[in-house]
């Protein structure tokens, strides 16, 4: 794998923030994504969330699993703590990091086919635990890394660039966070920047389980037929001795529109979003309004983007645990192995 490393130096008059920071102090390596990758543009909005949060890089854990949004953590905070796990099983390593050191901030990046398909249940476990995380969704409705097929969030009856028909019904990240427990529940598009930006930023203060699901349109597939620059006419004539795929750049799709209005978003293969904002007087504190309202919205094939649902009140993991306050990884020996007499009452109690 190539990683494409940027300039360390910087212009001196480049905006500070309060700790003396510059957004370039939260970038990472070039990103090697499709030009216009809608990915690419959720990177920015993290990065911007941090910087205007001065948050020290080091105080920061992200975590991802496989596929193309899991190689996001490459190209923001490139000085921060970063661990790649295996597919689908993200949920978990971050689980398990964050009960040894709950003094790190958690950015768990996934993506439709890393949560939604095999690792569902640990999208569930840790929603319904109450992880203090971030935990951001990057969702296409494709598996980018293997040519564009259905992942479990593709809406029933949407087409594939080839005209295939979708007839599984779709799995809903948002819709499940909710039932599950989830403290704070949000819905964005990448291309959304001014809605996207606070999102992560309240997410990130929250302490307690917070799900972001972001639509970020996947241009590497809405080739059509008759193109000779398509993945399919190459292919055809293509007398190689390997195989190589010929992306064309996009430029990134962007929205501003105001709450309470929907708005038609048409992607780069001809397909349309259309995205409804929520209403300035929408209560984000009522779980079963929120769910209620989804489904209304999406039985009018909006997609609701917005702060959904937050728990002001929400307690994380440790607090239900009723773990120490310092680290685990901070605790000496004694702490650690308290010795035999310990161990003989824990057992004597459970007689």
Sequence with gaps: MTYLAKPKFHHPSLPKNAIGFTRRDYEASTSTLCAGCGHDSISAAIIEACFELAIEPHRVAKISGIGCSSKTPDYFLGASHGFNSVHGRMPSVLTGANLANRDLIYLGVSG???????????????????????????????????????????????????????????????????????????????????????????????????????????????????????????????????????????????????????????????????????????????????????????AEGQIVTGLLFIDPDAEDLHANLNTVRAPLNQLGDAALCPGSAALDKINASLR
């Design 112 to 298: 439709d086919g890393d949560s939604a398909s095999i690792g569902l249940g640990q999208f569930a476990h840790s929603m319904r635990r109450g992880v203090n995380m971030t935990y951001i969704v990057e969702n296409n409705g494709v598996y980018g890394l293997t040519k564009g097929q259905f992942s479990a969030t593709a809406d029933r009856g949407s087409k594939s660039k080839k005209g295939v028909v979708n007839t599984d019904n779709a799995i809903d990240l948002v819709a499940m966070a909710l039932q599950l427990g989830a403290s704070f529940v949000a819905r964005s598009f990448s291309g959304d920047k001014g809605q996207l930006v606070p999102i992560i930023k309240a997410a990130i203060e929250h302490g307690g389980a917070a799900l972001i699901d972001v639509i970020s349109p996947c241009i590497a597939f809405n080739n059509h037929p008759g193109s000779t620059k398509s993945l399919d006419y190459v292919r055809a004539h293509n007398e190689a001795v390997n195989r190589l795929d010929v992306l064309l750049g996009r430029e990134p799709i962007t929205v501003d529109y105001a709450p309470g209005e929907v708005v038609s978003v048409t992607q780069h293969d001809g397909s349309v979003l259309r995205l409804r904002k929520l209403n300035d007087d929408y209560d984000p504190r009522d779980r079963l309004a929120a769910m209620d309202f989804l489904q209304q919205q999406a």
